[in-house]
């Protein structure tokens, strides 16, 4: 992605003032190269000086691009494009008067820099080795880019050096690492969510310095690229909203009834409330609960009445922001399940109105517990005690059906489990596909689960009554999925850490759509759709760019 804009003169840029009482875009154009003609698929940018919004549109099959009235402010504006393998040309600023319609045709040309321009599942299609030495690498993208991997010199005894220190918090990045300070009773990445481990284990340092810079001065195998967005897939308007704090890490995102979106930070303890209209971020502070463990929180759910819960993470508990009063109201774990590997992820809110109860998750501990709000104890079910197979578990996402029964994603293995709110029974069960590691999910109207197989790269459905699975393959690889939602339409929409991509995928007719974000090396995670407009609008938070994305279909 590179930065360029537009010759300032009317005149001599080619932009041509429209009448103001002509309907028309703000700004539109053809986009072309010498190597290609006119080009599809090519993300085009438009930032206002000052303004923390970023407005994207894609060009079509004849290479139009074409920006909304409503969508650009009058003002001075930047312009960046995304089409991997190109640059823009004719850097500098462009003017959008009111009233008035300009147009603009965009040159690229082929770039000196195409390792600058790749994806985390580019670079996965790239480097050579096996599909197990490159799972591998799927912990790494949760703090930084491959790039920083392949770009590296180390040689393998450096690589061990390096990989012996990684005792990082998963909320970190090499902005802000955070290392856990306090004693722990077993290793680090046991108190995570494994984000080494949906590879099954981590890289080997041999491995590691066959496909960086340690022996050579450039890559000797070929940088491979995706293809850009086609058709359908170019009739979205996205819009980036830069947070105040640079070192933010919106790991989830979710709006509320009155249009409000919500966020929380995976790296800080703060929640923040977003106005999508004007941009304006204002950030409530959560209180610390462990004062010498790492700062964060992950899950971000609404309950009925409009208020907001939070997972704590290694805070070792649970929030509930009062929307009312604006106040924050945690409960930490029970001792028992308070230990220095106690990490609650997620929190489930959503039918607290059946019984009273809230669930969370405890990664590091193998359990579950369920919170009585009334009288604010919190039980321990250790989900696992009776299962004798040898493998290592640990629970990650978590969804209630309309009953309040507990449904979680084994993030470790290939099982979905459930636990009976009433009697709480365990039962489990396994996806078709082996080493699944199902991630993240949400339950639907249905009492459906639809979840991400992140190790797999596939999208799940569990049938929570028939007790039947349903699973789809994305169309592009390395989709490795984090999290999935259906919306309204009875469309799935899902996102993952690897190819920047969002698939839309209706599951009547297994056909997707791969909409592609603007930004290199993404780092989105939870995925929220917003079923209250026409169409539906998906929202997505970035923890490397400290910005939240919202993505709106044209049809």
């Known amino acids: 992605m590179v930065a360029a804009g537009m010759a300032a003169i009317l005149s001599s840029s080619g932009l041509q003032p429209i009448q103001a009482q002509t309907p028309g875009p703000a700004l539109a154009g053809q986009v072309s190269s010498q190597e290609e003609g006119s080009m599809e698929g090519v993300l085009v940018r438009a930032k206002r000086d000052g303004s923390p919004i970023t407005v994207t549109v894609v060009s079509d099959a004849k290479g139009r691009y074409s920006f909304p009235a409503n969508r650009l402010e009058p003002g001075r504006y930047s312009l960046r494009t995304r089409a991997v393998g190109y640059d823009l040309e004719n850097p500098g600023p462009v003017e959008i008067a009111a009233?008035?319609?300009?147009?603009?045709?965009?040159?690229?040309?082929?770039?000196?820099?195409?390792?600058?321009?790749?994806?985390n599942g580019e670079w996965l299609q790239s480097i050579p080795g096996t599909q197990d030495q490159k799972l591998g690498l799927l912990g790494c993208v949760g703090c930084h880019s491959l790039e920083r991997i392949v770009r590296s010199n180390h040689d393998a005894g450096e690589w061990t050096q390096v990989l012996n220190r990684m005792n990082y918090y998963v909320g970190s990045t090499p902005r802000r690492p955070q290392r856990f300070s306090a004693p722990r009773n077993i290793p680090a990445r046991e108190g995570a969510p494994m984000e080494g481990g949906?590879?099954?284990?981590?890289?080997?340092?041999?491995?590691?310095?066959?496909?960086?810079?340690?022996?050579?001065?450039?890559?000797?195998?070929p940088l491979k690229t995706l293809?850009?967005?086609?058709?359908?897939?170019?009739r979205v308007i996205l819009t980036?909203?830069?947070?105040?704090?640079?070192?933010?890490?919106?790991?989830?995102?979710?709006?509320?009834?009155?249009g409000t979106v919500w966020y929380g930070d995976f790296g800080n303890q703060f929640l923040g409330k977003l106005d999508p209209k004007t941009g304006k971020a204002v950030e409530y502070p959560v209180p610390v609960l462990k004062a010498n463990f790492p700062l964060g929180a992950l899950d971000v759910e609404l309950d009925k009445t409009g208020d907001v819960w939070m997972g704590m993470m290694v805070q070792g508990g649970i929030a509930k922001f009062d929307k009312k009063s604006q106040k924050v109201q945690t409960w930490s774990l029970p001792p028992e399940a308070n230990t220095d590997v106690a990490q609650?992820?997620?929190?489930?809110?959503?039918?607290?109105?059946?019984?009273?109860?809230?669930?969370?998750?405890?990664?590091?501990?193998r359990s579950v517990q369920r919170l009585d709000v009334k009288s604010g104890k919190i039980e321990t079910i250790f989900v696992y005690k009776d299962l004798k197979d040898g493998q290592d578990h640990a629970v990650y996402g978590i969804g209630a059906d309309s009953k309040n029964n507990l449904f979680f994603n084994d993030i470790r293995t290939e099982k979905i489990g459930r636990v009976d709110a009433k009697t709480l029974e365990v039962k489990f069960f396994d996806t078709p596909t082996k080493r699944s590691n199902p991630r993240r999910g949400h339950m639907d109207s249905q009492d459906r689960w639809w979840f991400a197989e992140f190790r797999a790269g596939k999208i799940g459905m569990f049938d929570t009554k028939s007790e039947r699975f349903q699973e789809w393959d994305p169309p592009t690889a390395w989709a490795n999925p984090y999290d999935v939602v259906l919306d309204k339409n009875g469309e799935a929409w899902s996102s993952g850490m690897t190819n920047d991509f969002v698939q839309r995928m209706d599951p009547k007719t297994s056909q997707f759509t791969e909409y592609l974000l603007p930004l290199t090396s993404l780092n989105?995670?939870?995925?929220?759709?917003?079923?209250?407009?026409?169409p539906v609008t998906f929202w997505v938070g970035d923890n490397n760019s400290a910005a939240l994305v919202k993505l709106e279909p044209l049809d």
Request: hydrophobic share 35%.
């Open 524 to 534: 989105t995670r939870r995925v929220f759709v917003d079923n209250s407009t026409s």
């Open 99 to 119: 009233g008035k319609a300009a147009s603009l045709d965009l040159k690229l040309h082929k770039t000196k820099n195409l390792a600058a321009q790749l994806s």
């Open 344 to 365: 609650v992820a997620m929190v489930m809110p959503w039918q607290q109105d059946v019984d009273g109860k809230v669930w969370t998750n405890n990664v590091g501990m």
């Open 198 to 221: 949906e590879g099954r284990g981590r890289p080997s340092p041999e491995w590691l310095a066959s496909i960086n810079l340690s022996a050579v001065s450039n890559w000797e195998y």
């Open 240 to 258: 980036e909203y830069e947070l105040p704090r640079q070192d933010s890490m919106p790991h989830d995102a979710i709006v509320d009834k009155e």
């Open 227 to 234: 293809p850009r967005p086609k058709g359908r897939a170019t």
